[in-house]
């Protein structure tokens, strides 16, 4: 079943995003909004114990709604009050073509990847939020950087290469004091 979650903030958004990662439930579309409202949407794909897993962490999301059928789901998106959000549901709604799955997982990866460089670069306080997580492991938030890395790198969009390389160096840092600390 498709279940929409929505965040007051980044920070929010960020714990949010770490523990629907760390859990293995499918993220179907991601929306970032931040306005007076919400600060953004998660539109998952999980069975009944994923739906119950949400459920116990109530502090991650604002509002849940399982979108059981079409009607359900059109329904949801039609009493969204903001144009903008209902232009950005549209732009990023992500549907999977079993005829071509390689297509569907490269355009999941390209939104997932302008979707994070964009927050990046939009909000300081997200960036720091990603860093001091302890939502991913240090080895999740490595292999993740690397991967945005690497793909903006074939982009030959290196100032963004940058961006990701500057976040990595922080992720670093705030490894080694966490390590010396435990020490």
């Given at each position: ?22 859990s ?44 059981e059928?079409?009607?359900?789901r ?5 009493t ?30 390209e939104?997932a ?25 240090f ?12 793909y903006?790198?074939?982009l ?23 390590y010396?600390?435990?020490?």
């Amino acid at each position: 079943m498709e279940v929409c979650l929505t965040t007051s903030d980044g920070v929010q958004h960020l714990r949010l995003y770490g523990f629907l990662k760390k859990s293995e439930i499918s993220i179907k579309s991601e929306t970032v909004i931040d306005d007076d409202f919400q600060f953004g949407m998660i539109v998952v794909e999980c069975d009944s114990d994923g739906l119950a897993s949400l459920k116990l962490r109530e502090d991650l999301f604002d509002s849940i709604s399982v979108m059981e059928s079409d009607d359900m789901r059109w329904g949801l998106y039609k009493t969204l009050k903001n144009e903008n959000v209902m232009h950005q549901l549209e732009e990023f709604a992500f549907s999977f073509d079993f005829d071509n799955p390689v297509k569907s997982i490269d355009n999941m990866l390209e939104r997932a990847n302008e979707t994070s460089i964009t927050l990046f670069k939009k909000s300081q306080s997200f960036v720091d939020d990603y860093v001091d997580t302890d939502q991913l492991s240090f080895d999740e938030k490595m292999k993740d950087l690397e991967f945005m890395i690497g793909y903006f790198e074939d982009l030959e969009r290196y100032e963004d290469c940058g961006i990701l390389l500057n976040i990595q160096n922080k992720v670093k840092k705030e490894h080694l004091k966490n390590y010396l600390s435990d020490d």
